[in-house]
């Protein structure tokens, strides 16, 4: 037996936090009205996608995050610059790559 389709797991998802949000049972909502359903309804959809945005948001790096490469060391070779890793550094000088 397949699973659910995107579109089913999202309205089970819904149906699931509007019956959180009501505080029923779920065979208790299914008697609300069609009016109560689809007011809970909508105040479901509103937390699923204040969830959603606040799980994006966690996972982008903040845009002023400034990245210190203090530790990198710059080589160069044949017009050429680099900053290297100082693990990396040997393995550069190897190759002919001089410290800057």
């Not at 509007?18 to 909502?29: D, I, N, Q, Y």
């Not at 990245?67 to 100082?86: A, Y």
Request: charged share 30%.
């Amino acid at each position: 037996m397949a699973g659910l389709t995107k579109e089913q797991k999202i309205a089970k998802a819904l149906l699931e936090k509007a019956v959180e949000l009501s505080g029923l049972k779920a065979e208790e909502f299914n008697q609300l009205s069609a009016e109560e359903q689809a007011a809970y309804t909508t105040k479901a959809q509103e937390a699923l996608d204040a969830e959603a945005l606040n799980k994006a948001d966690a996972s982008k790096k903040p845009v002023d995050e400034v990245v210190d490469n203090s530790h990198l060391i710059t080589v160069i070779k044949g017009g050429e610059t680099l900053d290297v890793h100082p693990t990396a550094l040997a393995d550069h000088k190897r190759m002919g790559w001089k410290e800057a």
